[in-house]
């Protein structure tokens, strides 16, 4: 079972819209810091947006105005809803669940292209 599943990926048009989902299993997701990170092909890892378990929220200045991080309790989901997406945004987004301040869980990563 894989802990961590990103899913929502996908070409989109600058200016576009998406939705990234992060699906957990086989942990108590509720009480776990959550991260998204992005990738780039040729840079470094770059941090995007976190969530602790109480939902205080931060975002990097690339992120801040044009996406929202949240989570669902519930339903062991966290999400990532990025507006007026641009082509400097594409990347594989990755999901990270952290505990007591280290990396506990990480996701396989969903693409993300925006393009015209």
């Known amino acids: 079972q894989v802990p961590l599943v990103e899913s929502g990926g996908g070409l989109v048009q600058p200016g576009g819209s998406l939705t990234l989902s992060c699906v957990a299993s086989g942990f108590t997701f509720r009480n776990y810091f959550m991260k998204w990170h992005r990738q780039a092909p040729g840079k470094e890892r770059e941090f995007v947006a976190s969530i602790t378990s109480d939902s205080e929220i931060r975002y990097s200045d690339s992120a801040k105005g044009r996406f929202a991080i949240s989570r669902d309790n519930a339903k062991n989901t966290l999400f990532l809803q990025m507006n007026n997406l641009k082509p400097e945004d594409s990347a594989v987004y990755y999901c990270?669940?952290?505990?007591?301040?280290?990396?506990?869980?990480w996701g396989q990563g969903t693409q993300v292209t925006v393009s015209s």
């Open positions: 990270d669940a952290y505990r007591f301040g280290v990396q506990a869980y």
